[in-house]
């Protein structure tokens, strides 16, 4: 899978890794959350994003960080809406939205989003029905097991890789049933969502286990608690261990990364890429 198509024609190219940049609209969000609350702000701020080299701006209403207390509809898409629109009005990037709640995806591909991210993996009421109802719209099916208020007490599986597969596997065949194309979809092993810390390593170092469903694979382990708990960083110390993550996610075939640190993470992903180039022109 070397491209994903867009609304309105476009085609988000995937021979290598992109950058999604993190534009969290919510005051708990727990690493940005409260600054980018005005929507002039939220707006300035995709533009820096971009302007650094992020090909998806990725807006989110809900903090889904451990523990989150819930979001009302009504909140979610007063925080989400209007900025889709100032976005859309003035850049025709690829714009992305974090939600499980189908009201807000329904607004917000109205509103001109692009690809509709879900943590929940369109398993909420109504969330698969809006996404039947417009094609053209990308979606993100990210496995989490539990839910976000108590999924990280004490995280099990009898097979780690296998029930994550089987997860894709049982998403995949509910998107077709209800007439949803493969090639639609990107998925996402969720850093973080169920996982102990030990998960979270062994998911990134096989990450490219994932790609046997020949979809588009993202990877958002950005200052999450994989690189805190492990290096003893508190939040806005973790962009060495995020961009060793971010490399390694895209050195095992990760095609989207979802990141904090747009501008630090192309760099990474660049000299990466140079590298590469220069093995294959031999
Ligand atoms: N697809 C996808 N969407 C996400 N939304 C969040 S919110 C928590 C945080 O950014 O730490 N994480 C992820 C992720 O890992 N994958």
């Known amino acids: 899978m070397t491209a994903l198509k867009l609304p309105r024609g476009r085609i988000l190219r995937l021979d290598s890794p992109v950058v999604m940049g993190i534009l969290n609209v919510t005051p708990d969000s727990f690493s940005d959350g409260g600054s980018y609350c005005q929507l002039d702000s939220a707006v300035k701020q995709a533009k820096t994003l971009l302007n650094q080299g992020a090909k998806i701006i990725d807006i989110g209403g809900e903090s889904t960080r451990p523990g989150a207390p819930d979001v009302s509809l009504e909140d979610e898409l007063d925080r989400v809406i209007p900025l889709v629109k100032a976005l859309r009005a003035s850049s025709d990037c690829i714009i992305s939205i974090d939600t499980s709640k189908s009201e807000v995806m329904r607004q917000a591909i109205i509103a001109g989003a692009d690809i509709i991210n879900d943590v929940r993996a369109l398993q909420e009421p109504g969330a698969i029905e809006v996404l039947a109802q417009y094609p053209e719209v990308a979606i993100c099916l990210m496995h989490m097991q539990g839910q976000p208020r108590t999924m990280q007490s004490n995280p099990h599986y009898d097979d780690l890789f296998a029930d994550i597969n089987e997860f894709f596997a049982e998403r995949l065949g509910a998107c077709e049933q209800a007439g949803i194309q493969s090639e639609r979809i990107i998925l996402d092993p969720g850093f973080g969502f169920g996982k102990t810390l030990a998960h979270n390593y062994q998911i990134l170092n096989k990450f490219d286990v994932f790609n046997q469903f020949k979809l588009p694979v ?39 990364i979802r990141v904090h640190d747009v501008q630090e993470t192309v760099d990474v992903l660049s000299v990466w890429q140079a590298c590469i180039k220069g093995i294959t022109n031999e």
């Open 218 to 256: 993202l990877a958002g382990l950005s200052r999450k608690s994989m690189i805190g708990n492990l290096l003893n960083r508190d939040t806005n110390e973790r962009l060495a261990g995020s961009l060793a993550g971010a490399l390694i996610a895209a050195q095992n075939g990760a095609k989207i």
